[in-house]
């Protein structure tokens, strides 16, 4: 498989990541087995999102996951879980 076909193919993989609502602590907290060493946290999703903007393509570098010269798209799949407890009077 040439360079090109598995950039592009990365490019349409995404990363899957993870992410929790930490009760105790009030943050939201992403963490990822696809992308080595991912562990953050942000007091709210969109926060987290902007975050993870920036650590993925970092950690894949750092990983070795992506070459050092790599340009283009990165995708990476967000699913969130967060449980709540509603008091009804």
Same mark, same amino acid.
């Given at each position: 498989?040439? *360079?090109?076909? #598995?950039? !592009?193919?990365?490019? +349409? %993989?995404?990363?899957?990541? #993870?992410?929790? /609502?930490?009760? #105790?602590? +009030? @943050? /939201? @907290?992403?963490?990822? *087995?696809?992308? &080595?060493?991912?562990? !953050? #946290?942000?007091? !709210?999703?969109?926060?987290?999102?902007?975050?993870?903007? +920036?650590?993925? &393509? *970092?950690?894949?570098? @750092?990983?070795?996951? @992506?070459? &050092?010269?790599? %340009?283009?798209?990165?995708?990476? *799949?967000? !699913?969130?879980?967060?449980?709540?407890?509603? +008091?009804?009077?």
């Amino acid at each position: 498989m040439s *360079e090109k076909v #598995e950039l !592009t193919k990365m490019s +349409q %993989t995404p990363y899957k990541v #993870e992410a929790f /609502w930490d009760r #105790e602590a +009030q @943050v /939201w @907290v992403a963490q990822s *087995e696809d992308v &080595p060493g991912l562990a !953050t #946290e942000a007091n !709210t999703i969109e926060a987290l999102t902007d975050k993870l903007r +920036q650590i993925i &393509p *970092e950690l894949l570098l @750092v990983n070795h996951l @992506v070459s &050092p010269d790599y %340009t283009g798209a990165i995708a990476f *799949e967000l !699913t969130s879980h967060r449980q709540e407890l509603i +008091q009804v009077a």
